[in-house]
């Protein structure tokens, strides 16, 4: 049974389905153009050359689609993106890079139609590997099983570039019947393409998209809610359509131009200064709310703990920037390189609660201090859980939001080289920082009180979240590296470091041309 737009409410309607089988581009995502998720492939496991390689060979990817050679196009694409890269990559890229652009795309009647079945679901990609799409219909989707063809590898586990399983709508349809191989056939099918046309009359119900505006609201409320993506990596912030693509290869030597420019007139200018300057290099700082005055000392030296959300690494250079003071920074894990082009001083910690405690303290008695409770960054607006420690340590505290906005590049990583996040901030063409003061916290709200440091941090963390919109969660710094790197996001303290400047001038070395060649 074939069922129009129009029917498509009726299609969805909230009864129980036990099995549902969807494709994936087109069909639960918007768009079938698998081109940018190749072109995120190419950038984030491999680097630039390989990125405009792919660039280049669309336009004959455009016509092979033309001529009617749709499957010729997709083997190409896959050949250039991924031949010869190591195949921990390409499963870090799918895992951590992909998702959130997936996500993004992900078409709301569809998902309420797909979603709402109660039993087996099946997502079939027609048009990406499968590991490219597998993390994402898993973890998002609620997917029991994925179809799709696969990357072929080497024994020194590196992608030949070639696929396996991807022969066509036959094949397709195939695998989905071999799913359900004891009779019982799916209750409903999602997909448009000709390769889906394969398998939807082997379900008892279709669904062709587009769907039409009052299915989407009919099926919305029969389905759960969408998990998002709050963890995700990369550098580029934009899908790399190839217009967006063609803007990002013009841009990149202009922009690290830049970079260099506000890096080094930032680096030589008081810093009251740049929130002034810095409309003249194309960026902005917006500042809302009082900030507070410097402490008087008065027999009481103690500094003012500025409590601040952790956007990117530039937070408490930015807070030192609009108070126009010294503000030191406690820090965790920051590269030799950052803290050689800090304006500010750096602390670093070592996760060891005493041993943190004494030092931040020991630093509160020189002059204010910024901190991060959350302990890393997170991109999307979500706080991550606050630890309690900065609670124990003063009665003044002045909680601060901070937030930012970039065009082109993301200023944090998880996989990649933390000394570049700096950098490909000042990249963007307007980097904006927003800072916004609260009001420090009253004395019957700090454990001075009685309250409980985890009680304050609570709060605190509530507070941050409504002024900026923002949704607060129990998920940690182990969490997002659980998911981004696949580790638990323990640094081999054992390991001897080299000294100081040598290291950071190799690290530097390293880090642009491993970003330019990988």
Partial sequence: MVMNPASAAAAASPRARRSVVAELEGGLLRSS???????????????????????????????????????????????????????????????????????????????????????????????????????????????????????????????????????????????????????????????????????????????????????????????????????????????????????????????????????????????????HIAPIFGGAVITHGRAPPPVSGNGDSSGVLFVCTHRTLMDPVVLATVLGRRVAAVTYSISRLSEILSPIPTVRLTRDRAADAARMRAELARGDVAVCPEGTTCREPFLLRFSALFAELSDRIVPVAMDYRVGLFHPTTARGWKAMDPIFFFMNPRPVYEVTFLNQLPAEATCAAGKSPVDVANYVQRMLAATLGFECTSLTRKDKCRVLAGNDGIVNAAAKPAAPGKAAWQGWVKEVLGFLLH
């Fill in 33 to 275: 153009d698998t081109f940018p998720y190749f072109m995120l492939v190419a950038f984030e496991a491999s680097g630039l050359p390989r990125f405009a390689a792919l660039l280049v060979l669309w336009p004959l990817l455009r016509l092979l689609e033309l001529a009617g050679r749709p499957g010729l196009a997709l083997r190409l694409a896959a050949l250039v993106a991924t031949a010869g890269v190591p195949r921990a990559e390409v499963e870090a890229v799918s895992r951590a890079v992909l998702p959130k652009f997936m996500a993004d795309d992900v078409d709301p009647a569809a998902w309420a139609a797909f979603g709402s079945c109660e039993g087996r679901r099946v997502v079939v990609a027609t048009r990406l590997p499968r590991v490219m799409v597998e993390r994402f219909a898993r973890e998002h989707l609620g997917a029991h099983e994925v179809v799709g063809c696969d990357l072929e590898y080497s024994r020194l586990k590196r992608c030949t570039g070639l696929l396996r399983g991807g022969g066509g709508g036959e094949d397709v349809a195939g695998r989905v019947r071999a799913l359900f191989a004891g009779g019982d056939r799916p209750d409903l099918g999602i997909g448009r393409s000709e390769t889906a046309r394969s398998f939807l009359p082997f379900c008892k119900e279709q669904l062709k998209p587009p769907f039409a505006t009052g299915a989407a609201e009919s099926t919305t409320s029969a389905a759960p809610p969408f998990r998002p993506v709050i963890f995700h990596d990369g550098r580029l912030v934009c899908r790399p359509t190839p217009l967006m693509s063609l803007v990002i290869l013009l841009w990149l030597p202009l922009g690290a131009l830049v970079a260099f420019v506000r890096i080094a007139v930032g680096l030589m200018v008081p810093i009251w200064t740049i929130p």
